[in-house]
């Protein structure tokens, strides 16, 4: 399994696309470092987005997955009656980032996403006709992936077009204690 991830990455670089990184250094420190860290990405979450406004408490989250710590927050933001859902990980996201940044269908998705860059990054979007689901995974500083998903949205563009009015500046300027 490693060998695929590690394949993964080699093949996305190759491709010229950039990933995540994996900025944890030392995955047996206290995990509280990195629940530290998911409460400092949640407050450089944006206060409005577009039109959308916060309509939930900030989550910050903080796990462990095979390859390392990850940690974040997600906040569900609001305009009337649509939602939007912005989720923000940072820690050992590399193999995390190539497959969400992978075009492919994943499994339970209807349709493949497709490829395009967000600021100079790399993204992926993908459209959902039925639920009427506009989504887009993006890097931010090769250090954070940023996913937005709007439902109901009016058209396959919406998430790409909130994604460029995403405020990334406080989550390029934050200091991370447990990371490189």
Known sequence: MRRIAL???V??????RETGLDTVVDSSADPAIWRRDAEKIAGALPHAIGAFAPREAVDPFATS???GPVFGASCVYADGGKQLL???ESGNIAARSVAA???GTPSGAKAAGRQLTVKGSPAVARWDEDGRESEITFLVSRR?????RVVPAAGAGEAPLLAEAFDEGALKALSLEGVR
């Not at 093949?11 to 010229?16: D, F, L, P, Q, S």
């Not at 954070?144 to 937005?148: D, K």
């Open 65 to 67: 997955y095979r390859t």
């Open 101 to 103: 940044l992978d075009p």
């Open 144 to 148: 954070f992936i940023v996913q937005l």
């Open 7 to 9: 394949f993964a990455v």
């Open 86 to 88: 912005v989720r923000v």
């Open 11 to 16: 093949v996305a670089c190759a491709c010229g």
